[in-house]
């Protein structure tokens, strides 16, 4: 959704009632169980490995958009699109989250922290600044298609830098203590 998701729903027909209902309250509900889904996997796989499957997962989603644009409006299907989205952007932001806390130094984690946060936040500012004017040039079914395959170059990076910065092998409980 991002940026575009209310003029979006709105062209779409849903009133503000609607789209309140189901974004605050479901989409809300979604996010908190997407963080804590994300926190679980993070924790049985790891900050990379969860990184990938929410920065997949996360896509696809925009797919459920594209689905949407091409049903009009339906409640159901607008409430199966957000409650996706929510979930996995909670599902992703857990795991970066996790991501940008293994980059900081403990002695400057907040001051690190913040700039990394401040620098992506810049990325996904200026990145989205050009979506109004493509969605007027396009359909929306194809803006969402286009903005799911817009995700792959970060894939990509994302799988680059994991396989340039390997996790630290796990110590094993049986070698610790033995010389």
């Given at each position: 959704?991002g940026?575009?998701a209310?003029?979006?729903?709105?062209?779409?027909g849903?009133?503000g009632?609607?789209?309140?209902?189901?974004?605050?309250l479901?989409g809300?509900l979604?996010?908190?169980?997407g963080?804590?889904?994300?926190?679980?996997?993070?924790?049985?796989l790891?900050f990379?490995?969860?990184?990938?499957?929410?920065?997949?997962l996360q896509?696809?989603?925009?797919?459920?958009?594209?689905?949407?644009?091409?049903?009009g409006?339906?409640?159901?299907?607008?409430?199966?699109a957000?409650?996706?989205?929510?979930f996995?952007?909670g599902?992703?932001?857990?795991a970066?989250?996790a991501?940008?806390?293994?980059?900081?130094s403990?002695?400057?984690?907040?001051?690190q922290?913040?700039?990394?946060?401040?620098l992506?936040?810049?990325?996904?500012?200026?990145l989205?600044?050009?979506?109004?004017?493509?969605?007027?040039?396009?359909s929306?079914?194809?803006?969402?298609?286009?903005?799911?395959?817009?995700?792959?170059?970060?894939l990509?990076?994302?799988?680059?830098?994991?396989?340039?910065?390997?996790?630290?092998?796990?110590?094993?409980?049986?070698s610790?203590?033995q010389?």
């Amino acid at each position: 959704g991002g940026v575009m998701a209310n003029p979006f729903y709105i062209e779409l027909g849903f009133s503000g009632v609607e789209i309140a209902s189901i974004t605050k309250l479901f989409g809300v509900l979604a996010t908190v169980v997407g963080t804590l889904a994300g926190g679980v996997l993070v924790a049985r796989l790891g900050f990379f490995k969860a990184l990938v499957i929410g920065g997949i997962l996360q896509a696809v989603t925009n797919l459920l958009f594209a689905l949407l644009a091409v049903s009009g409006k339906d409640l159901t299907m607008l409430t199966v699109a957000i409650g996706a989205d929510n979930f996995t952007g909670g599902l992703g932001s857990a795991a970066f989250v996790a991501y940008l806390s293994s980059l900081c130094s403990r002695a400057f984690t907040a001051t690190q922290y913040a700039l990394l946060t401040s620098l992506m936040a810049v990325g996904r500012t200026m990145l989205s600044s050009g979506g109004g004017w493509l969605a007027d040039h396009m359909s929306w079914a194809s803006f969402f298609v286009l903005t799911t395959l817009l995700a792959v170059p970060g894939l990509l990076l994302l799988l680059w830098l994991s396989r340039l910065y390997p996790p630290p092998a796990p110590i094993r409980s049986e070698s610790v203590g033995q010389a």
